[in-house]
Nanobody, 125 residues
Framework: VQLQASGGGLVQAGGSLRLSCAAN????????MGWFRQAPGKEREFVARISWSGASTSYASSVEGRFTISRDNAKNTVYLQMDSLKPEDTAVYYC???????????????????WGQGTQVTVSS
């Protein structure tokens, strides 16, 4: 499966962006999906995760209440709505598909298999 992330850009603090991640080559409706981010000089970190139907979501504490993950299985696409952005949200954002279909995924990068190419999000102060 190939994941194509888009929607990044430059935004002022307090602004919003909506990231999209389209999956091609395989239906992902039976996989957990996740968003991660990596800032320069830092390790890749968990941002959000969503279950197969979208009924269950989880977030990193740093984005809880500001970011919302969702999915449209008919479009094979996962979204990340980012509101009240802060300069510390600046990073390359990656979407990923869980390793195993039908199983709950963790929140570590190793719990995920295929990764998108990343989209840059820059928040100015």
């Amino acid at each position: 499966v190939q994941l194509q992330a888009s929607g990044g850009g430059l935004v002022q603090a307090g602004g919003s962006l909506r990231l999209s991640c389209a999956a091609n080559g395989r239906t992902v409706s039976n996989y957990y999906m996740g968003w991660f981010r990596q800032a320069p000089g830092k390790e890749r970190e968990f941002v959000a995760r969503i279950s197969w139907s979208g009924a269950s979501t989880s977030y990193a504490s740093s984005v809880e209440g500001r970011f919302t993950i969702s999915r449209d299985n008919a479009k094979n696409t996962v979204y990340l709505q980012m509101d009240s952005l802060k300069p510390e949200d600046t990073a390359v954002y990656y979407c990923a598909i869980a390793l195993t279909p039908g199983l709950r995924a963790g929140e570590r990068p190793v719990d995920f298999g295929s990764w998108g190419q990343g989209t840059q999000v820059t928040v100015s102060s």
